[in-house]
């Protein structure tokens, strides 16, 4: 039986659980591989308790797990794109497979390691960098290979659809009162800025599009936007309209004036008003789900964990398996599927396609003056702008004011912004006007 030593380098959440799995499943994974999969190395800065390593050897410097002729396959679990991008680098110099849960790793810096690695002939896996044990990776780039995917939405940050989530359950708490529960839960850090401004999602749906489009990894074209200024009140306007408000990344390709002419690429991530008959909508708590639209599958739906040391592991150990089954074969050869399931000189760099070119639905909430007349100016300036409303409703007035949330048609997103900007400068119009992309999948 082939033997395959797996070098973790990162002890925490996910490196524990990665151990305790593959220690945990050896059997079962002999079964599955016809390999001895074992860790051999792991590299951290201390012991965790729940890990046995009596008979593993360990090192506290990171780099002595990837310069171990002993070691196979290298597991970065370190998180960050600092140290971890060295330590990926080192991996493929020399000529280990590298399993990462770096997002920001791969959205970053994954072309230019991407083309190391098939240079030196090894493969870089990261399932677990996007949604968990979720395997939307697979699903892309396996399950969905004879597809045309034409777009990719879904919920991909826990901590966000956490707070959300109950902000719309739980009484009348506001978005700073929530996020105080899920940093005592667990859910969210200390500095929440990466989940709830938007930018973890952002990684992963950087990902994602080029997993479905077979464009180069482009972060820095992402529009990015986050939950902090979502209040209450939308949330409960939204669901008198019959939407949910989500936090989504949402990819996709948008055809030219011809058939064969692609325009471009979208690639945003922002709260988002659903329909409540959609599966996303119901789609609670720290669950993550990504749906995916194709030409033949049609739109499918993936759902579960998005975090936490089991199912990121149980996607981590996935993917060790995946190379193990190959080097079983050939000890030298390398993954049978490409990295971002295209071969590298058929990626194409799309232009990315403007967030203010997009065409959505929007929500839109402001505060007017009670007086007649007001709302025959307000649909007017709409009017001007090219924009209908599909639904309406109007609050009754306190000290002469009255409120007005409304759903648009589709539009495009600059005509929208021309109108709020028009209407923001009415003597009539009070406050900041609240406005929300709505999207139906």
């Not at 990466?194 to 972060?219: C, M, Q, R, Y």
Request: aromatic share 4%; hydrophobic share 45%; charged share 20%.
């Amino acid at each position: 039986m082939t033997k395959v030593n797996i070098g973790i380098c990162g002890l925490g959440t996910v490196g524990s659980g990665t151990f305790n799995l593959l220690r945990t499943n050896v059997a079962e994974i002999a079964r599955k591989t016809g390999v001895d999969m074992a860790v051999s190395h792991v590299g951290c800065r201390r012991d965790h308790p729940d890990c046995d390593l009596s008979h593993v050897k360990v090192s506290r410097d990171v780099f002595d797990v990837v310069n171990d002729p002993e070691v196979h396959i290298v597991c970065e679990l370190i998180g960050g794109d600092d140290v971890a991008l060295e330590l990926v680098k080192q991996a493929i110099g020399n000529g280990k497979h590298v399993v990462t849960a770096n997002k920001a790793l791969i959205a970053v810096h994954g072309d230019s390691l991407f083309e190391l690695a098939n240079v030196k002939g090894v493969s870089i896996m990261f399932e677990a960098a996007i949604a968990g044990g979720i395997p939307i990776v697979k699903a892309l780039r396996e399950g969905l290979a004879g597809n045309q995917v034409h777009w990719v939405a879904g919920i991909i940050n826990g901590t966000s659809n956490f707070i959300l989530s109950e902000m719309e359950t739980a009484g009348n708490r506001g978005f700073e009162e929530v996020l105080k529960q899920a940093q005592e839960l667990g859910y969210a850090e200390a500095d929440p800025t990466f989940d709830v401004e938007g930018i973890d999602a952002a990684h992963k749906l950087t990902i994602l599009s080029s997993l479905a489009f077979g464009v180069p990894l482009n972060f820095a074209a992402m529009y990015t936007e986050g939950i902090s200024e979502i209040t209450v009140e939308d949330i409960g306007y939204a669901d008198e309209l019959g939407f949910k408000i989500k936090h989504l990344g949402i990819t996709r390709k948008v055809q030219g004036r011809q058939a064969d002419d692609v325009a471009g690429v979208e690639l945003r991530v922002h709260p988002t008003l659903v329909p409540k008959a959609q599966m996303l909508s119901q789609v609670s708590g720290v669950m993550n789900a990504v749906m995916v639209g194709s030409d033949a599958a049609g739109a499918t739906m993936y759902y579960g964990a998005g975090a936490g040391a089991g199912p990121t592991a149980s996607s981590v150990v996935g993917d060790l398996i995946d190379l193990s089954r190959v080097m079983s074969k050939d000890s030298t050869a390398t993954h049978l599927v490409q990295n971002l399931g295209f071969v590298p000189e058929a990626m194409q760099a799309l232009p990315i396609i403007d967030i203010t070119e997009t065409v959505s639905c929007f929500y839109l909430r402001l505060k007017v003056h009670d007086d007649s007349g007001v709302l025959a100016r307000i649909t007017t300036v709409l009017s001007e702008h090219g924009i209908g409303i599909d639904s309406m409703i109007q609050k009754d007035a306190t000290s002469g004011r009255a409120l007005i949330a409304l759903v648009t048609d589709s539009v495009v997103e600059r005509n929208v912004d021309e109108a709020v900007l028009k209407l923001q400068s009415m003597d009539v119009v009070d406050g900041d006007i609240a406005r929300i992309r709505v999207e139906m999948f």
